[in-house]
């Protein structure tokens, strides 16, 4: 009885297989057709292009429509619309709104199916043109600017604009099938489809135009309109644009374009200020990486050693970096260090193996309680261990690992404070040697 059950089974398996093998044969039948019902001969790039179509097979029912646009040999687009019974149907394909690309002649390719997996196709060639917009319109967050047609693809406004100027472009619906579009800044270019603000800046402030191609996504002006000693600042994002050059001891140094310098925070390690507003490099000769911060309002000094920031060498020059809790330029508060290394600040370099941090109590370093070290370079790596670092402070200790701080580490002596307002100075000698630095600190 087993066997025979067991026989039934592999013979339906084996009538099953067979149908498998069969089944190419049935497919491919019925006879589709298509009909298109409204005219589609042009359309504007950006248009939501609208067809009609009537679809029908009298042996097999249907399945799909395709809708297919075609920029030469390459599908740009494709809808797809269910068709269950014969009829007509109506749909929209977007004709994609690209940079670069000139008017011309594209191909929307309709693909009927039905269930049987047979397929017909139309083509149709059309006629591609760029919108002609009336005008475009940039948007500011406290203001919306007309931008008036100057040329083919070409928009502008002139207005009496700040020196910096953050919108996005946006362009109107151009007939009937057309949608409005915005043009924005994605990764540092112009991007359609985004409404992130585009940094246009111009050398000053005053009357001056605002303007977009809409075929190239050229626009301007983008006039990075700082610069320090004559070396223009490289924008990084929004908030934070960086130089990197050379400095010179005593040299006056000239900051162009930031029109409220005066409120600035000026580092007093790298730099003097007079009570005019004349600066002056404080810092040994050398190459710096000067990063401004126009969040917090402040110049990030760095010594560099050819393309990269400095380290400390095993003969003392270089560079020294604090990381760690409690000290934090300009303002503990707004941006303390803490153990984020990619905030570790950088001693200025005095020449002679000697290294200087300023702080001003209850400001950029806390008056009761700290917690950081000195490394031997902007990372985790080398570092000033608590046999490496002395000092006859009596305000200020060296960890050991096992008075309240780990080694290296320095912390406020118990009962000791500092004095809110007042400048502490710490310098950090390495004259003779890395593992026998000495540290002071000086309150002014």
């Not at 374009?257 to 005066?262: C, H, M, N, R, T």
Request: proline residues 3%.
């Amino acid at each position: 009885m087993k066997r025979y059950l067991i026989n039934i089974l592999l013979g339906t398996i084996a009538v099953v297989s067979s149908c498998k093998k069969d089944e190419k044969y049935v497919y491919q039948i019925g006879d589709p057709k298509i009909e298109l019902k409204s005219a589609i001969s042009a359309a504007h790039f950006g248009d939501s292009l609208v067809f009609n179509v009537s679809v029908s097979d009298s042996e097999v029912a249907l399945s799909t429509l395709k809708a297919q646009l075609y920029f030469t040999d390459d599908k740009v687009t494709e809808t797809t619309i269910r068709t269950k019974e014969n009829g007509d149907y109506s749909g929209k394909i977007y004709v994609p709104f690209l940079k670069d690309i000139p008017d011309g002649k594209a191909t929307i390719k309709f693909v009927l199916q039905n269930i049987s997996q047979k397929k017909t196709e139309q083509s149709f060639d059309i006629d591609l043109s760029r919108p002609d917009f009336p005008y475009l319109t940039l948007v500011t967050e406290s203001k919306s600017y007309r931008m008036e047609k100057t040329g083919r693809n070409q928009y502008a406004a002139k207005e009496n604009f700040p020196f910096s100027v953050k919108g996005y472009i946006q362009a109107p619906k151009v007939g009937e099938q057309g949608n409005s579009m915005n043009f924005g800044w994605v990764n540092n270019a112009i991007t359609l489809g985004s409404t992130l603000d585009i940094p246009f800046s111009n050398s000053t402030s005053g009357v001056y135009s605002i303007a977009l191609n809409t075929l190239t996504y050229q626009a301007s002006p983008f006039i990075i309109a700082y610069a320090i000693d004559g070396t223009v600042f490289s924008r990084l994002d929004d908030t934070h644009f960086r130089a990197e050059l050379n400095m010179t001891k005593g040299n006056s140094v000239t900051i162009d374009g930031i029109e409220d310098l005066k409120d600035w925070w000026i580092d007093p390690d790298f730099f003097s200020q007079s009570a005019d507003g004349a600066i002056t490099f404080n810092g040994v000769n050398g190459k710096y990486r000067i990063t401004a911060d126009f969040a917090l309002k402040y110049f990030v000094v760095e010594a560099m050693a050819g393309n990269d920031l400095a380290k400390l060498q095993e003969d003392g020059t270089g560079a020294v970096w604090i990381i760690g809790e409690g000290v934090g330029k300009p303002k503990v508060s707004s941006n303390q260090v803490g153990w984020n290394t990619d905030k570790a600040l950088c001693l200025a370099p005095l020449g002679n193996k000697k290294y200087q941090i300023t702080f001003r109590a209850g400001e950029s370093i806390n008056t009761d309680n700290i917690n950081f070290k000195f490394f031997h370079q902007k990372g985790w790596g080398g570092e000033f261990g608590g046999t490496d670092v002395t000092t006859s402070s009596d305000l200020v200790f060296v960890g050991d690992g096992k008075n309240g701080r780990d080694s290296g580490n320095l912390g406020i002596k118990t009962g000791k404070m500092l004095e809110a307002g007042k400048t502490y100075t710490f310098t950090l000698d390495l004259t003779a040697g890395n593992k026998k630095a000495v540290l002071t600190v000086v309150p002014k």
